[in-house]
């Protein structure tokens, strides 16, 4: 007791790494650039390095390291299978590579498995047993703990709340589906279903943001504008927010859990515009009330932080630190 852990979140634009104490505590922090165009070796190069820039003085103090890193991704082999945002990252025995360069146990889980146990051992799942943790921004990616323990699945593959179907006609998916609810309300969705609306002749105030240049239009703008009263760009977020409702009920029905976390930059940052329609159909649509009138949706609370603490609750679930 009273070592430390290393935590370190890859992402797909900056490498965080920090040295922790198991409370939470963050002794001492960096961050770099993935930089992940110059491809794997680069970048395992830089995470390596990393680490070896928070070790504190006596090395042997360090107890264990945990990375949080972009899916799919074989928790309990530690292997990346592959890492959209990450060219050349496809099977990298992650966890080994870690463990042979510093002689340490080593954990890797998947960014958004790991940021549910976050919320849940330092966030707004404390006490929880029970939770789905749902991150809706470029992807939207999942979390789901039943009884204390997160869902992995046999082969470590679960919680891809993002890639349930919830509209079997619906636009093409990143991951070769078609209508998953990524594909209808992650941000890059959004955007995608007002240029399409406009394209189609339909007016809106983003024409003339972007002036007139459609692939300029993001998520963020069509929340400018719908916060600005243009009926497109509402109706945008409105379809975003049903259909996350629509996939809500699903696991409510499924899974029964005590609270959903939202996270994730379109969650967090696009207030009633998203949440009203998904509340609004979540009342309508479930089977009963018992489903959600004592189970709170709330926003995730650790912010740009929640990585670094997903690899430091995953490194304390592993050791079954409760
Ligand atoms: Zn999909």
């Given at each position: 007791?009273g ?6 979140d890859l992402g797909g ?7 922790c104490?198991?409370?939470?505590t963050i002794?001492?922090r960096?961050?770099?650039?993935t930089?992940?165009a ?24 360090v107890?264990a ?22 060219p050349g990252?496809?099977?990298?025995p992650l966890?080994?590579i870690?463990?042979r360069e510093?002689g ?9 498995n ?7 051992r330092?966030?707004a799942?404390q ?8 991150t809706v921004s470029?992807?939207?990616?999942g979390?789901?703990i ?5 869902v992995?699945g046999s082969?470590g593959l ?6 349930q179907?919830?509209?079997?006609d ?16 992650s ?5 995608a ?6 394209s189609?002749?339909e007016p ?5 943001m972007v002036?007139?240049?459609l ?12 916060q600005a ?5 509402q109706?945008a ?6 259909y ?13 859990p005590a609270i959903?976390?939202?996270g ?13 329609p998904?509340?609004?159909?979540i009342?309508?649509?479930?089977m009963?009330?018992?489903y959600w009138?004592?189970?709170p949706i709330?926003?995730a ?10 690899a430091?609750a995953l490194?304390l ?6």
């Amino acid at each position: 007791m009273g070592g430390f852990i290393v935590a370190v979140d890859l992402g797909g634009t900056q490498i965080r790494t920090a040295l922790c104490r198991e409370d939470g505590t963050i002794i001492k922090r960096i961050s770099d650039l993935t930089r992940a165009a110059e491809g794997l070796d680069a970048v395992l190069d830089r995470l390596i390095g990393s680490v070896y820039a928070v070790l504190p003085d006596r090395v042997e103090d360090v107890e264990a390291i945990g990375v949080a890193a972009p899916g799919p991704l074989d928790p309990r082999t530690g292997v990346v299978i592959s890492a959209g945002n990450l060219p050349g990252w496809t099977n990298v025995p992650l966890k080994n590579i870690l463990e042979r360069e510093f002689g340490v146990p080593a954990y890797a889980g998947n960014d958004a498995n790991v940021a549910a146990l976050a919320e849940q051992r330092f966030g707004a799942g404390q006490g929880i047993h029970d939770l789905v943790y749902i991150t809706v921004s470029t992807g939207i990616g999942g979390g789901i703990i039943v009884d204390d323990r997160m869902v992995l699945g046999s082969r470590g593959l679960a919680a891809e709340v993002g890639h349930q179907i919830v509209f079997p006609d619906g636009p093409r998916c990143t991951c070769g589906g078609k209508g998953c609810l990524e594909a209808i309300s992650s941000g890059p969705a959004i955007a995608a279903y007002a240029v399409e609306r406009i394209s189609a002749g339909e007016p809106s105030v983003l024409t003339a943001m972007v002036d007139g240049d459609l692939n300029r239009i993001t998520a963020r703008l069509v929340n400018e504008a719908a916060q600005a009263g243009d009926a497109l760009a509402q109706q945008a977020f409105h379809r975003a927010g049903f259909y996350l409702g629509l996939g809500i009920i699903s696991l409510m029905h499924i899974l029964n859990p005590a609270i959903f976390i939202l996270g994730g930059s379109v969650a967090l940052h696009s207030g009633n515009l998203l949440w009203e329609p998904m509340h609004k159909v979540i009342r309508e649509r479930a089977m009963s009330p018992l489903y959600w009138e004592h189970t709170p949706i709330v926003p995730a609370a650790l912010g740009d932080d929640v990585g670094l603490l997903g690899a430091l609750a995953l490194v304390l679930a592993e050791r079954g630190t409760v």
